[in-house]
């Protein structure tokens, strides 16, 4: 039986959200991940620095609880995960920024609007009104992490973002600005044009198109933002994911939420994949016969371009099919009731 053992693995795109939602799903993460970028959406956003360090304080708790119930008790046992914070952009001054830049990893920016819970976000990107906050990030060695859609058609929502990149990337060119979750080949085509922008790439937009989402019935489970693109735009994903592109790293978006608002009129956005994504990764990167690539991929690559060092953790896959349970506390994961072709076998 194949066997991959991963080390470190990061996730670099989370949520994690809050309350008895947190304290239900963190152990998740933190049973097969040694750290993740918290994405700050939050109501209200995380947008101080009492805020940012008391989130942290309630996910360390979260993941350090005793399983409460036997349906959790395998994801108890965590050992270390590191939450690297995040705030909510808005324009900070550099006092500020200074004073909270310990405590943080990123800012993540929003489009007001755009998705869930982003309300609070930039309305206009108006580079002049911006630039005291991202240069001073940029001093700071504060990198941005940005929800790049427009509020146009929405299959050209990220295509139509690349402007705005490219007049953040070229007015602040020592900022490091992270594109996340991309689902375009416009967007794996500015990677290697600007030195300072990054990727995350989530492990649904490798595996799906909009044909998934809305081709034959409606798979609410698979209705996320950005929505998954054409073959090509995954095809290009797929590309560079599994070469390892140096200027690419996994984020998962995993995205909660409960049952009741994913199945309904007005189905809320997001893909669950936290329990199962390095799985998926493996049967992915397996299949291409590229998983020697799948180290840079969810770890290494990470670590160089946000200069972070994770804490021990080695993962143990064996390719043996793992039955995704139909829902984790009320939660229903990607893929749920089906078998996906790779297991955690160990974690230590
Ligand atoms: O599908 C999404 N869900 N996309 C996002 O950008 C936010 C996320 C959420 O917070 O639910
Ligand atoms: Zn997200």
Request: hydrophobic share 40%; charged share 25%; proline share 6%.
């Amino acid at each position: 039986m194949k066997q991959h053992t991963l080390l470190m693995p990061l996730d670099m795109h989370l949520h994690l959200r809050d309350g008895i939602m947190l304290e239900n799903i963190a152990s998740l993460s933190a049973y097969s991940f040694s750290g993740a970028i918290i994405m700050p959406n939050l109501v209200p956003p995380v947008s101080t620095k009492e805020e940012l360090i008391a989130y942290k304080e309630r996910i360390l708790h979260a993941v350090g609880i005793e399983a409460a119930d036997d349906e959790m008790e395998e994801f108890s046992d965590n050992g270390g995960f590191e939450p690297y914070m995040t705030l909510f952009y808005q324009n900070y001054d550099e006092d500020f920024l200074a004073e909270v830049a310990d405590e943080l990893t990123a800012i993540k920016l929003y489009p007001a609007g755009i998705t869930t819970n982003s309300e609070g976000g930039v309305k206009n990107f108006d580079i002049e009104e911006m630039r005291p906050t991202l240069e001073a990030m940029a001093r700071l060695d504060i990198p941005l992490c940005v929800h790049g859609e427009t509020d146009g058609f929405v299959m050209d929502r990220e295509a139509e973002f690349m402007n705005i990149y490219e007049s953040l990337a070229t007015n602040f060119p020592d900022l490091k600005i992270i594109m996340e979750h991309i689902t375009t080949k416009e967007a794996v085509d500015m990677l290697d044009k600007h030195a300072n922008l990054y990727a995350t790439i989530t492990v649904h937009h490798l595996l799906i198109s909009l044909d998934d989402v809305i081709g034959g019935m409606m798979k609410p489970h698979l209705f996320c933002k950005p929505i998954a693109k054409r073959p090509e735009d995954r095809d290009a994903l797929l590309k560079v994911a599994l070469d390892a592109h140096p200027k690419v790293m996994f984020g998962s978006d995993s995205a909660p939420h409960p049952q009741h608002k994913k199945e309904a009129c007005g189905c809320a956005a997001g893909v669950f994949t936290a329990p199962i994504a390095l799985q998926l990764l493996c049967e992915i990167f397996e299949k291409a016969g590229k998983l020697d690539n799948l180290q840079s991929f969810v770890s290494d690559n990470a670590q160089s371009i946000y200069g972070i060092c994770p804490e021990f953790k080695e993962i143990i896959l064996v390719q043996e099919p793992f039955k995704v349970p139909e829902t984790y506390k009320g939660v229903v994961p990607m893929y749920a009731g089906e078998s996906i072709g790779w297991s955690i076998e160990d974690v230590d």
